[in-house]
C-alpha cells in the first residue's frame, strides 16, 4: 500500500512537472507556439470540404455486419432493376371520412396530370417524368399503381355514379391488406356483401428508374417533386380543402434527415453567449483525470457497434484533444500577452492606448518608496525590529520593484540572525537551568517575543485566508458544508439517495429497447403525417416480407420440393407471427401443372419427369397466364438466362407472407429471432428480409452494447481513479458515485417515457464522464487537503472547488438550453433531457452526496501526510 500511494504520488509530481514546463515553455514563446496554433487550426478548418452529410439511418442506426444489413445487400443487388417510388396519398381534412367520392378521384386526376407534366433542365436539356419512369418491359409502358388503375388513368372513363360498381367489379382486386397497391385503397370498410363501401385514403404510386445513368437528373426531378407538392399542400390546408395529401418520395427520409441535423449557427452562437456570460463573473478550474477520464470514456464509445454512437465519439474525442490543446497552448500564450498588457500599462480594450497613473498609484509608489527608506534604516540600526523589517519586506515584494525584492532579502538575513540568537539563547538555558540567572528573564522574554510573533502571524493569516474566500465560498464553508455534515442531515441524505437508487434499479429494469422512426426527422417534416397514417392503418395488420430462396437450389427435385413446401407449411402455421400467406410461386405453379391439360408428363411426385421441362413449362407457360403472371411483373423469380447447366436455372426467387401486429418493440424483436430460427433450420438455403426490419436488428443488441460500453468505461475511470486519487478507498467512492448516476438515468428514461436506442445509448456512455467532472474535483482536493480528520478535509475540499465545479455544471446546462430552445426534430431534445438529468444527477451526488459519504468512510491521509512521512524516513537515514 505504501508503495502504490508512493508511486501515485510521484507520477502526480512528475505529471506537474512536465506539463509546468511546457507551459513555461509557451509561456516564454507566445509568438512561435501562436504561429503553430494557426496553421493548426487552417489546418482543421481544411477539413470542412472533405467533410460529407450521413443521412441514411440503416448507416447511423443499425451495426453494418448485422444479418438484416448482409441480406439487405444480398436482396439489393439481386434485385437492383427494381424502381424507386414516388408515392401520394388523399385523405379527408378532417382524416377519418370516406374519400371514395367524386371530389377525391378528381384530385387524384389532377396529381396525376402533374406528376406527369413534371420537367427539370438539366445541362439545357429538359426532362420530364415519361424520360425518367420504370418502363414495364412487358405492357412497354410507365409502370404505375393506384386508384386510377380501375380508369386505366383516363379521366374521360370516369363515372360518378359508377365509382362503388367499377371498384367492386374487379376480380380479386380488393384484399385486406394495408396497403394495396393495385387498388390505391387504405382503410377499406364493407357491407355483408363483402362489398366495398367507404375508405379513408387512395393512393397513387409512380415506379422511376434508378439506373445509374439516370440518378442524377432522378435526384433533381425527386427534388422538385417535393417542392411542388409541398406547395400544393400547404395551399389546399390555407383553402381549408375537404382533402389533404400525403406524399413520399424515395430520397425523402434522407433529405429530411439531413435538415435536422443541419442544426441552425444561431443554436451554437447562443449557446457559447450563455457559457460566455456566466464564465465572465466566475473563473473555472480544470483538473488532468477529469479532462482524461472523458477522453477514454468517449474512446470507448468508438467500439460501439453504432455508427451515430462511433461518430458521436469520436467528434467527442477530436473536441477534447483540442480543448487540451488550446489549454496548453491558445490560454498560455493569451495569459502572456496579458501579463505584458498590464506591465506596460495598456487599456485593456484599447491596447493601442497606455492608461495615464491615478492617484491611488501616485500615493502607493510614495508608500512603498517610504517603506524602502525603512528598511534601509533597519540595516544600519541593529537594535531595529527585525520582525517589522520582514513584514515590510515582505509587503514591499508586492511592489513589484527590484529595491523591494533587495530589501527583502537583507530583513531575512536578519531574521534568521535573531532567530539564531534566540535560539543560542534557549539552549544556553535548556543545558544550564539557573532560577536566579539573567538568562532566564531573557528566556522568558524571547519566548513570550517568539509565542506573540506566532499568534499575530497566525491570526493575520487568517484574517488573510478569510479575505481571499468570496461570497459563495464563504457561504459553502460556513453555512452548506456545515448543515450538510450534521449527523442527522448526513443520514437523511444517505437513506434519501440509497433509496432513491434501489428505486431506479426497479425503474431501470422497465426500459425497453426502441427507436421512433419519426424523432430524426424535423418537427415539420411532410413525413411526419405519413408514418403517422402508415401507424393507423399498416401496424394492426402487420407487415409484408420476403423469404429469399438463395442460389443452387434444385426445384425439379423430391427432395428440395419436400423441404420448401415443409418450410412454407412451417411459416403458414405460425399464427404467432404470421396473419397470412404464402403468396408462393411455388405452390401455385405444382398446382398449375396437376390441371393444366399440356403440361409435361408429371412423375409420382407430381414433378416433370424431364427436369428441362419444369423450367421452360414455368417460363413458357405458367408466368404467361393472366392468373399468375404478376409474379412475373413482381419479379419474384430471376432466371439465369445463360446457365445451361439444369441446377442453375434459377438464380434466386422469393415467397411472400405478411406478419401480424408487430407493433410492440419486445415482439419485434422475438419475430425476428423466431423466423430467422425457421429458416435456419430450413434444408433450404433462404433467409427472410424486409426492409423496415433493421430496426429490430437494433433492438436486440442496442441495451447489450450499452451496457458493455459503460461497464468499459466504468473499468478505464476506475484504473485512472487509482493512479491520481492515491487511495483505494477514494477511488472506490467515485466509482459507486459513477455506478449510482448511472442507474438513475436509467430510471430516468422509464419517468420520461424514454427507451434504449442509440442516442440515449450515447448519452448514459457520457453519463461516465460526466459524473467524474463532477465528483474528481472534490475528491482530488479532499485527497490533498491537509486537514487532519475527514470533516476538516471535506469543508477545505467543498470550499476550495465547490464553486469551479457548480460553475462548471452550470455552463453545460446553460450552453445546452439552445439547442432544446431551437431544436428541430425530437431527437436533439431526447438528447438534451437525458444530459440534463445528468448534470442535476451529477450536481447532486458530487455536491450533496459524496461530500456526506467522504465524511464517514473518506481516507483519513492525504498528500501532505505522505510528504511528511518521506521528510521523516530521510531524516532518520
Same mark, same amino acid.
Given at each position: ?450 509565542? @506573540?510573533? *506566532? ?5 493575520? +493569516?487568517? !484574517?488573510?485566508? &478569510? /479575505?481571499?474566500? =468570496? $461570497? ?79 442460389? @443452387?437450389? *434444385? ?5 428440395? +420440393?419436400? !423441404?420448401?413446401? &415443409? /418450410?412454407?407449411? =412451417? $411459416? ?97 424483436? =422475438? $419475430? ?206
Amino acid at each position: 500500500m505504501v508503495r502504490w500511494t508512493k508511486f501515485c504520488k510521484i507520477f502526480e509530481e512528475k505529471l506537474g512537472e512536465k506539463l509546468s514546463k511546457f507551459s513555461g515553455i509557451v509561456y516564454d514563446h507566445p509568438y512561435l507556439f501562436l504561429l503553430i496554433v494557426i496553421i493548426g487550426i487552417l489546418v482543421s478548418i481544411g477539413g470542412f470540404y472533405f467533410q460529407e452529410t450521413e443521412n441514411d439511418i440503416t448507416k447511423m442506426y443499425v451495426p453494418q455486419d448485422a444479418p438484416i444489413l448482409v441480406n439487405e445487400r444480398y436482396f439489393n443487388k439481386k434485385w437492383d432493376f427494381l424502381p424507386k417510388f414516388e408515392v401520394m396519398w388523399l385523405t379527408s381534412n378532417p382524416r377519418g371520412n370516406n374519400v371514395i367520392t367524386k371530389e377525391s378521384i378528381d384530385m387524384m386526376f389532377e396529381i396525376d396530370k402533374k406528376v406527369k407534366e413534371l420537367e427539370i433542365t438539366y445541362n439545357n436539356k429538359q426532362y420530364g417524368y415519361y424520360d425518367l419512369c420504370y418502363v414495364n418491359y412487358i405492357t412497354k409502358k410507365c409502370e404505375t399503381n393506384g386508384i386510377l388503375n380501375f380508369w386505366n388513368s383516363d379521366p374521360s372513363l370516369f363515372e360518378e355514379d359508377k365509382i362503388l360498381e367499377v371498384i367492386n367489379g374487379q376480380k380479386n382486386i380488393v384484399t385486406s391488406q394495408c396497403l394495396d397497391k393495385l387498388t390505391g385503397i387504405m382503410g377499406i370498410q364493407k357491407n355483408d356483401q363483402n362489398q366495398v363501401i367507404s375508405a379513408k385514403m387512395l393512393y397513387l404510386n409512380y415506379a422511376m428508374d434508378q439506373k445509374d445513368e439516370n440518378i442524377k437528373y432522378l435526384e433533381k426531378w425527386e427534388s422538385k417533386f417535393i417542392d411542388e407538392f409541398l406547395k400544393l399542400k400547404n395551399q389546399l390546408e390555407k383553402d381549408n380543402s375537404k382533402q389533404n395529401i400525403i406524399f413520399q418520395s424515395s430520397s425523402s427520409i434522407n433529405i429530411e434527415v439531413g435538415k435536422a441535423t443541419a442544426s441552425s449557427p444561431i443554436t451554437y452562437v447562443i449557446g457559447y453567449i450563455l457559457m460566455g456570460l456566466l464564465l465572465w463573473l466566475t473563473i473555472a478550474t480544470s483538473i488532468v483525470i477529469t479532462t482524461l477520464t472523458d477522453l477514454v470514456v468517449l474512446l470507448i464509445g468508438l467500439s460501439s457497434p453504432f455508427d451515430a454512437v462511433v461518430y458521436f465519439c469520436g467528434y467527442g474525442s477530436c473536441c477534447i484533444f483540442f480543448v487540451i490543446f488550446f489549454q496548453f497552448t491558445l490560454f498560455i500564450i493569451m495569459l502572456s500577452f496579458e501579463a505584458k498588457r498590464i506591465h506596460n500599462q495598456r487599456n485593456a480594450f484599447l491596447i493601442c492606448m497606455r492608461t495615464k497613473s491615478t492617484n491611488l498609484l501616485k500615493k502607493k509608489k510614495i508608500i512603498n518608496k517610504k517603506k524602502s527608506i525603512d528598511v534601509e534604516m533597519s540595516d544600519s540600526d541593529p537594535n531595529s525590529n527585525s520582525t517589522s523589517d520582514y513584514e515590510t519586506g515582505s509587503e514591499n515584494t508586492t511592489s513589484g520593484s527590484d529595491t523591494g525584492s533587495n530589501k527583502k532579502i537583507n530583513s531575512d538575513t536578519n531574521i534568521r540572525d535573531s532567530m539564531n540568537s534566540n535560539s543560542d539563547i534557549i539552549e544556553k538555558k535548556r543545558t544550564n537551568p539557573d532560577p536566579d540567572s539573567d538568562s532566564n528573564s531573557t528566556l522568558d522574554s524571547v519566548t513570550d517575543s517568539i509565542t @506573540d510573533s *506566532k499568534e499575530k502571524n497566525t491570526k493575520k +493569516k487568517k !484574517d488573510f485566508n &478569510k /479575505l481571499k474566500l =468570496d $461570497f459563495f465560498q464563504r457561504f459553502l464553508k460556513e453555512k452548506y458544508v456545515p448543515f450538510i455534515l450534521n449527523k442527522k442531515v448526513s443520514i437523511f441524505i444517505i437513506i434519501i439517495f440509497l433509496g432513491y437508487f434501489g428505486v431506479s434499479i426497479y425503474f431501470a429494469t422497465q426500459v425497453e429497447e426502441g427507436f421512433d422512426k419519426t424523432s430524426v426527422l424535423p418537427d415539420d417534416s411532410y413525413l411526419q403525417e405519413m408514418f403517422e397514417v402508415m401507424d393507423i392503418y399498416c401496424n394492426p395488420t402487420g407487415e409484408g416480407f420476403y423469404i429469399v430462396i438463395k442460389e @443452387d437450389t *434444385k426445384y425439379h427435385e423430391k427432395d428440395t +420440393k419436400n !423441404d420448401l413446401l &415443409k /418450410l412454407i407449411d =412451417d $411459416f403458414r402455421h405460425n399464427e404467432k407471427w404470421v396473419s397470412r400467406g404464402p403468396y408462393s410461386w411455388y405452390e401455385d405453379y405444382l398446382n398449375y401443372l396437376q390441371t393444366e391439360d399440356d403440361a409435361p408428363t408429371l412423375d409420382s411426385d407430381g414433378l416433370p419427369v424431364n427436369p428441362d421441362e419444369f423450367y421452360s413449362y414455368l417460363q413458357d407457360s405458367f408466368l404467361q397466364n393472366p392468373d399468375y403472371i404478376h409474379y412475373k411483373l413482381a419479379s419474384d423469380i430471376i432466371f439465369n438466362e445463360n446457365e445451361n447447366d439444369i441446377n442453375k436455372q434459377i438464380e434466386v426467387s422469393r415467397l411472400i407472407f405478411y406478419s401480424t401486429d408487430l407493433s410492440q418493440t419486445n415482439d419485434q424483436v =422475438d $419475430f425476428m429471432f423466431d423466423v430467422r430460427d425457421i429458416t435456419t433450420d430450413s434444408e433450404i438455403n433462404c433467409f427472410v428480409y424486409n426492409a423496415f426490419y433493421y430496426l429490430s436488428e437494433q433492438y436486440s443488441i442496442v441495451k447489450q452494447s450499452t451496457l458493455m460500453s459503460v461497464g468499459f468505461a466504468i473499468l478505464a475511470v476506475l484504473l485512472l481513479a487509482f493512479i491520481f486519487f492515491i487511495y483505494p478507498t477514494n477511488a472506490i467512492l467515485i466509482i459507486l458515485t459513477i455506478i449510482m448516476i448511472d442507474v438513475d438515468l436509467y430510471g430516468f428514461l422509464w419517468l420520461m417515457g424514454l427507451t434504449i436506442e442509440p442516442v440515449s445509448s450515447i448519452c448514459l456512455i457520457m453519463s461516465v464522464g460526466f459524473a467524474v467532472d463532477y465528483s474528481a474535483h472534490i475528491i482530488h482536493c479532499y485527497t490533498t487537503s491537509k486537514g487532519k480528520t475527514r470533516k476538516e478535509k471535506v469543508i477545505q475540499s467543498i470550499t476550495k472547488i465547490g464553486s469551479s465545479v457548480l460553475l462548471g455544471g452550470l455552463t453545460t446546462f446553460f450552453g445546452l438550453t439552445p439547442i432544446i430552445l431551437f431544436a428541430t426534430s425530437e431527437i436533439f431534445r431526447t438528447l438534451v433531457k437525458i444530459l440534463y438529468a445528468t448534470i442535476v444527477s451529477g450536481l447532486l451526488h458530487g455536491f450533496v452526496f459524496l461530500p456526506v459519504v467522504l465524511r464517514f468512510l473518506g481516507a483519513k491521509g492525504s498528500i501532505s501526510d505522505i510528504k511528511q512521512k518521506e521528510d521523516e524516513n530521510n531524516q532518520t537515514k
